[in-house]
């Protein structure tokens, strides 16, 4: 009987848990960087607006006078670790990405929160070593 209820415990638990990751945000961003092979490079201000919805991302980037939106579909949650969602915790999703004018290709997206300081990092699947980091200055949960 115990075996049972710990069982059913646990499920229920890890059932919250990737309730998390299926919520509808949408994250603002005013920083990026490059990182390549682990080492960032150096910061760059954005306007950014990073949206999850409905297994669905929204990205609309505009750096340097250039305008750019990027739309994915969310294949796979591979990782939803939150002690507190958005404050502590992780999220990783396999993303199937289409910029304008380009093939789709893969992606991995991690939205990674210590102590409320939350960071996006994107990254080509395969990683190339190659990634973009995005600081959150302010998200949105929409449910």
């Keep these: 009987m115990f075996k049972i209820l ?14 998390q990751c299926d ?34 991302l929204l990205m609309t980037l505009q750096f340097a006078g250039i305008s750019q939106t ?3 579909s969310i294949n796979k949650v591979l990782e939803c670790k939150w002690t507190e969602y958005l404050k502590n915790g992780k999220a990783q999703y396999k993303v199937l990405t289409n910029k304008e004018g380009e093939s789709a290709e893969d992606t991995l997206i991690t939205i990674e929160s210590k102590n409320g300081q939350t ?14 980091q995005f600081d959150i200055v302010e998200y949105t949960i929409m449910d």
């Design 23 to 56: 919520k509808n945000v949408l994250f603002k961003s005013s920083l990026v960087r490059e990182v390549k092979d682990g080492n960032p490079g150096e910061e760059m201000p954005i306007e950014a607006t990073l949206t999850f919805k409905d297994n669905r």
């Design 70 to 72: 990027i739309n994915g």
């Design 119 to 132: 960071t996006i990092t994107i990254a080509g699947d395969p990683d190339n070593g190659t990634k973009l």
């Design 6 to 19: 710990v069982f059913i415990s646990m499920i229920t638990f890890s059932q919250s848990a990737i309730a």
